[in-house]
């Protein structure tokens, strides 16, 4: 049974930093993609970093390129998301998915954790 396990959220100033993690089990990362999705209070949920295959091309959205860092760790079967220089629009709860290689909308994504809370306040 696939299962996706994340932590690290929390509440932060804004210019902190968090990191999140994401353990998955029963799968081998290099065949999937493996995203981070963050939903805000009353808006869509949006993809904001993913980590693709064997050959571990990223992805972020616009609004974070340069602050934000997927890595892997095949070892441990977990995906991370180092979050930096962390803004107000930041916050949310945020998701990690996995999904076939390749998957950039959310219902390619096939399996989900349970969500951390990220706020981001002065």
């Known amino acids: 049974q696939v299962q996706l396990v994340e932590s690290g959220g929390g509440s932060v100033q804004p210019g902190g930093s968090l990191r999140l993690s994401c353990t998955v089990s029963?799968?081998?990362?290099?065949?999937?993609?493996v995203a981070w999705f963050r939903q805000a209070p009353g808006k869509e949920r949006e993809r904001v970093s993913s980590i693709n295959g064997r050959l571990g091309s990223t992805y972020y959205v616009d609004s974070v390129k340069g602050r934000f860092t997927i890595s892997r760790d095949n070892a441990k079967n977990t995906v991370y998301l180092q979050m930096n220089s962390l803004k107000a629009e930041d916050a949310g709860v945020y998701y990690c998915?996995?999904?076939?290689?390749?998957?950039?909308?959310?219902?390619?994504?096939?399996?989900w954790g349970q969500g951390t809370q990220v706020a981001v306040s002065s």
């Open positions: 029963n799968v081998t990362l290099d065949y999937y993609t």
């Open positions: 998915a996995l999904g076939v290689a390749g998957a950039t909308v959310a219902v390619d994504f096939h399996y």
